[in-house]
């Protein structure tokens, strides 16, 4: 059984830095990625990375800000995902997903429902 469990996030001041890291155990993933939820609104991919080729996808509030990457050891994956210049918009909680089976690309690699694994979140706040 796969499993993902999230670390890092916390607080940062506008402009600032924060780096959320996902160990990703027990399944060969296909797809990780990081998506995020505030109260009272739907979960959002924040950034995607197909674990194979390595190709990267981004939503375009976080373009240019925000960088995904991998590290793969024996029996775990590790995925990073590096916060800089924050915005308090950026503020919500942070999963991590995961999946077998789903190949990211450039029109579904936002769909929360692709994965199956998931992190029980971890909470970032950026304040001005």
């Known amino acids: 059984q796969g499993q993902v469990v999230e670390s890092g996030g916390g607080s940062a001041q506008a402009g600032g830095s924060l780096r959320l890291s996902c160990a990703g155990s027990?399944?060969?993933?296909?797809?990780m990625g990081w998506f995020r939820e505030e109260p009272g609104k739907e979960r959002e991919g924040v950034a995607v990375?197909?674990?194979?080729?390595?190709?990267?996808?981004?939503a375009d509030s976080v373009k240019g800000r925000f960088t995904i990457s991998r590290e793969s050891a024996k029996n775990t994956v590790m995925v990073y995902l590096q916060m800089n210049l924050l915005k308090p918009e950026d503020t919500a909680m942070y999963y991590c997903?995961?999946?077998?089976?789903?190949?990211?690309?450039?029109?579904?690699?936002?769909?929360?429902?692709?994965?199956?694994?998931w992190g029980q979140g971890t909470q970032v706040t950026v304040f001005s």
């Open positions: 997903a995961a999946d077998k089976w789903f190949y990211a690309g450039p029109s579904s690699w936002y769909l929360a429902q692709a994965f199956r694994t």
């Open positions: 027990g399944e060969k993933f296909r797809s």
């Open positions: 990375i197909s674990l194979g080729d390595g190709d990267t996808y981004y």
